[in-house]
């Protein structure tokens, strides 16, 4: 039987790599490439299907309540238009929904890099950036809903 020697050097596990997990990068790819699948998916599902023609999409239930615009009004004919690689007729139809097109393409880009080398990613912006969004949100929907505004209506 042998002993250690109590000052024989004790090797660094939490130093040494992590083993890649099995299946590689494709398995680590499998959630944002299935959200990427569904993306794709739904926009060319809008791409084909014309939101500008009647009957296709159900009617805003605020607009079609209040006669009010809400945030999101016209994002389907932005995104018809966006899909066609019309971005002066989906910034029209709704600015917003064009900038979470791009911002999507940017954080879903840097989430599948991540994946792909085996890194963690997380989405979640500052409390401060999200209350800053929703009083862009906000402050669009007032501005789109006034008679001034009306270049901002869908």
Do not use: K
Not at 32 to 50: E, N, Q, R
Not at 52 to 59: K, L, V
Not at 142 to 154: A, S, Y
Request: with cysteine; charged share 10%.
């Amino acid at each position: 039987m042998t002993a250690e020697h109590p000052s024989a050097p004790v090797p660094d596990t939490a130093a040494s790599t992590p083993r890649p997990a099995r299946g590689g990068a494709l398995r680590r790819l499998a959630v944002p490439l299935g959200i990427l699948g569904s993306v794709a998916a739904a926009f060319s599902y809008v791409a084909a299907v014309d939101p500008n023609e009647s009957g296709h999409y159900p009617t805003c239930p605020l607009l079609q309540l209040t006669g009010l615009y809400c945030p999101g009004c016209g994002g389907l004919r932005s995104a018809h238009a966006f899909a066609h690689g019309d971005l002066a007729t989906a910034l029209a139809a709704n600015a917003p929904a064009v900038a979470g097109f791009i911002a999507f393409a940017v954080l879903w880009t840097l989430w599948a890099v991540r994946a792909a080398r085996g890194r963690r990613f997380s989405a979640v912006p500052p409390t401060a950036v999200l209350w800053g969004l929703g009083g862009l949100l906000l402050v669009f929907t007032i501005v789109r809903n006034l008679p001034f505004g009306g270049w901002l209506r869908p």
